[in-house]
């Protein structure tokens, strides 16, 4: 299509997972269903955050912590109450695991569905007040054959997962969403209210120039971490350091690694012995989001999809990005075991 010519025949989320779902011929429409409620609930969120600081929606909700022991802020809460209910509300969903939900929600008959969704409803909720990009992340299992839908539905291992993806709220509303095949992004309309197609078929690069890390646990890190990261910056001769970019929201970390390459790493040290982002709705969605894309994404020392949660809010250590990037510290950790 040239530039010049108006857009007349756009491709939207709904238009795209629509023309999936037909090439399943017993698809029942569920999951197309259940995927405009999920981009409802991002536009929602989206939203409230561009609003937050003009309806005074920044800063904490009155002390209260989640399970994970963080501050929860307003948003935090809102967004949190946006997706359970929008979630219940589709009959579509049997189990939700939220990290500002201490149990997994276990949907009453007459509305349970035939999926699990698992979500961190707003990440990077430290970066609110300070106007910097966050997001939403989502995992979808199919509930397990002959189960009415239970824990045991979600703590499986995240290559199980039939969708991940999500929305990072930033200049605009930037959706990025894998089914199984591929990765695709998408653009919030805000005049349409709908998700654009502007990512076709992401795939990362092979190599990056770029490392993503919290330079500030170095001291409590491990012996390869130090030697890798250090590797990064004093190249030998001839070789250019990397670049270092850390936004502190995983979504946007994430989104920069997926389209520009290189490698994000939270990992586990001695202060936490699990890192810091938690499994289900943190790292399976961004591995199964990163592998789709052509990248890896590792605990140091196993896949990370292969990993199976003990609970819905246990921690994994995780280096994600390109392939090479990633397949150079899996050689260290090997070197080393
Ligand atoms: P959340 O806001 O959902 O609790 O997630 C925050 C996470 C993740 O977004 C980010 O990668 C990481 O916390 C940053 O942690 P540090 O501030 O310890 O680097
Ligand atoms: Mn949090
Ligand atoms: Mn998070
Ligand atoms: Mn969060």
Redesign the pocket.
């Known amino acids: 299509m040239s530039e010049d010519k108006p857009v007349t025949d756009i491709i939207t989320l709904t238009r795209h997972v629509l023309e999936e779902q037909r090439k399943y011929k017993d698809a029942s429409g569920d999951l197309t269903l259940l995927l405009n409620i999920i981009q409802l609930g991002c536009k929602f969120v989206s939203t409230n955050v561009r609003k937050a600081r003009l309806l005074n929606l920044v800063g904490l909700a009155g002390g209260a912590q989640n399970v994970s022991g ?1 501050d929860q802020k307003k948003l935090d809460i809102i967004s949190n109450e946006i997706f359970v209910n929008a979630l219940r509300s589709s009959g579509k969903v049997s189990v939700m695991v939220s ?1 500002e939900e201490e149990a997994a929600i276990i949907v009453e008959e007459g509305l349970k569905g035939k999926y699990c969704v698992v979500f ?1 409803p ?5 970066n609110i007040d300070a106007g910097v990009n966050v997001g939403t992340i989502f995992g979808i299992y199919r509930v397990l054959e002959d189960s009415s839908g239970n824990i045991s539905d979600v703590l499986r291992p995240g290559r199980e997962m039939v969708v991940a993806g999500y929305c990072m709220y930033g200049s605009s509303a930037n959706m990025v969403i894998s089914l199984g095949n591929g990765v695709n992004g998408y653009t919030l309309d805000n005049g349409i209210g709908e998700f654009i197609l502007t990512h076709p078929n992401i795939k990362i690069p092979p190599r990056g120039k770029i490392y993503s890390v ?1 330079e500030g646990n170095s001291k409590y890190w491990d012996e390869v971490c130090t030697e890798y990261f250090h590797s990064l910056k004093f190249p030998p001769e001839g070789k250019s350091s990397y670049s270092a970019r850390y936004i ?4 946007a ?1 994430v989104h920069r690694t997926l389209l520009y390459g290189g490698i994000f790493a ?1 990992p586990s040290d001695k202060k936490s012995k699990n890192g ?2 938690r499994i289900l709705y ?1 790292c399976f969605p961004m591995a199964f989001l990163v592998e789709q894309a052509g990248g890896k994404a590792i605990t140091g020392t196993k896949r990370v999809l292969d990993v199976v949660p003990e609970s819905i809010h246990s921690r994994c250590p995780i280096f994600l990005g390109s392939k090479e990037d990633v397949e150079d510290v899996e050689r260290l950790y090997q070197k080393h075991a």
């Open positions: 963080e990290e961190d707003l990440d990077g909720s430290s919290n502190g929201s995983m979504v970390d939270y810091k982002l943190e």
